[in-house]
Nanobody, 128 residues
Framework: QVRLQESGPGLVKPSQTLSLTCTVS??????????WTWIRQPPGKAMEWMGA???????YYNPSLRSRISISMDTSKNHFTLLMGSVTPEDTAVYYC????????????????????WGQGTQVTVSS
């Protein structure tokens, strides 16, 4: 059973960089044809596909966030990481990591069933 677990700070100050890590257990981060994904849900809003990194290490980003985010993976630790710079209060959200497929890249509307594994989500609040 594959499990994903997000970790990171719950509170970040405006203009700082947010760093979140998703640790994968029960399966390899380099398993074929999987795309490790970051999704967020601001309060009262729909889920937003932020970006993904493939099993080969190729990155894909939401164009609206491309200038501020970076996704990387560490195969020795079986985890992948999201960095987002210049955060503002509008970045306050629950952040999820999930395992997707080629078909889930650049999802305009998140269908949770399209991702076969999810982390439980972590609340990130941007506030001074």
């Amino acid at each position: 059973q594959v499990r994903l677990q997000e970790s990171g700070p719950g509170l970040v100050k405006p203009s700082q960089t947010l760093s979140l890590t998703c640790t994968v257990s029960g399966g390899s981060i380099t398993a074929n044809y999987v795309y490790w994904t970051w999704i967020r849900q601001p309060p009262g809003k729909a889920m937003e596909w932020m970006g993904a990194i493939s099993y080969r290490g190729t990155m894909y980003y939401n164009p609206s966030l491309r200038s501020r985010i970076s996704i990387s993976m560490d195969t020795s630790k079986n985890h992948f990481t999201l960095l987002m710079g210049s955060v503002t209060p509008e970045d306050t959200a629950v952040y999820y990591c999930a395992r997707g497929s080629l078909e889930t890249l650049h999802s305009q509307k998140i269908n949770t069933a399209d991702f076969d594994y999810w982390g439980q989500g972590t609340q990130v609040t941007v506030s001074s």
